[in-house]
């Protein structure tokens, strides 16, 4: 393994870079020969020491993560009796993403961004022990457990646009689309065992263990940021401050038409074409008979994840080295089509392909709008943009959540999904991400 002149453009002060000899790359060479990988695949990303230590660390964190995240709702559910305190946890949970994402992507783009995931994910452990701890009363306290999710959840608004800096600076240009497709595997895969691992943890020991262990498996991140070095982020001494710097995002967004395009096709697809996702328990019931308590509900919800995670994957394999512009327009148009017949079907064996189908386009339409995404950006203004995204694909899901059970009760799940499929119809000829000319990078 030789280090290119391009390479070396990325060596910060301390000469480390992704592409860094080190013993590691040693031992891949001595594994693999001469053996060489298709630019932009996964199994490409995956030969970085430094992505692979971050990408099985955050897996792993992710599983806690999802761990608390299911059991926390069946647990306020179960001491309280009250679906009202539940929606005001996920709201807890989910509205920092909303509105302080900007302000995480912020402190990406001014402070070391390993440091600032050790320092959240060290914020976030111990508020996972605060709730362990509130929850081994027999009358948990609601404030308590309000308070430590919303904390929780401010974490998360600074972590998510700070990895998502991260995530390019550790594989070389050529292979971000495979390192994306694996980021997207990982948030899938973990949401699929993290909940498994959870309720055989609450059911086997109780239900502190389960946010014991998430705390736990915060250290999994926290270890992989110890264990590797960044290429330093070249800062703009001219940059603005204040307000100015806090909207660097956004002026970005509005310079650079692939990348507003990107974020604006990603919201209006979060914001009404998900709206099912939040509704999943009330499709199974209305639409296919299937009780949301049962295990043929868990097969379905797992169908729709396995798609996901085939439909992520599927960027960095053997879709690699296609147009993502293309891909991105023609997954729109298979999701509509897949939603429309998963709305349609009232059959459980046909219920269960046509999830799988729907999470498939799903995240394979994300994962590329992603990777333009990323491969768009300007270093000194990533994380501000990353933060853009977050909101756009994770804090609206707490607005959708909230219009779809309005809108499912003034009309009926399938149409609210129907709505989505022409939504997604519409967004077709609007995500026009076909390149133009760089402009000149905004400032910050």
Known sequence: MTI????TADLGPEGNSPNDLCWEDAEDALLEGDRTFAAGTARAALRYPTFRTVFFGAFLSNIGSWMQNIVLGAFAFKTTGSPVFV??????????????????GTLADMFDRRKLLIL?????????????WIATSPNPSRLGLFGCTLAIGIGQAVYAPTFGSVVPQLVDKKDLAGAVSLNSVNMNLSRVIGPA?????????????VFIGNAFSYLFIIGAMLLVRLPEVKRDPTAPT??????????????????????????GFSLFCLCFIT???????????????????????????LGAVIGALSIGTFLSGRSLERITRIGLGGFATALTLFAAVRSPLIAYPAA??????????????????????????????MALWVMAFGGTVSVAALLS???VDATSITIVMLVGAAVAVALIPFANLRDRPSPTPAPG
């Open 242 to 267: 204040g307000v100015r710097r806090l909207l660097g995002g956004f002026v970005a967004a509005r310079e650079d038409h692939v990348v507003g395009r990107s974020l604006l096709t990603m919201t």
């Open 120 to 132: 959240v994910s060290i914020e976030q452990t111990v508020f996972a022990l605060g709730i362990a």
């Open 356 to 385: 799988l189908l729907v999470g498939f386009f799903y995240f394979g339409t994300v994962t590329s709008l992603a990777t333009v995404l990323q491969v768009r950006l300007d270093e000194r203004v990533r994380g501000r943009v």
């Open 197 to 209: 691992i959870g309720v055989a943890i609450y059911a086997a020991f109780g239900v502190s263990w």
């Open 87 to 104: 929606s005001m946890l996920t709201f807890a949970q989910l509205v920092p993403l909303l509105f302080l994402s900007i302000v995480g």
């Open 4 to 7: 290119s002149a391009d390479d």
């Open 405 to 407: 059970g309005y809108a």
């Open 279 to 305: 509704q999943m328990p009330t499709l199974a019931e209305h639409n296919l008979g299937i009780d949301p308590k049962s295990g043929q509900y868990g097969f379905l919800y797992a169908s729709f994840g």
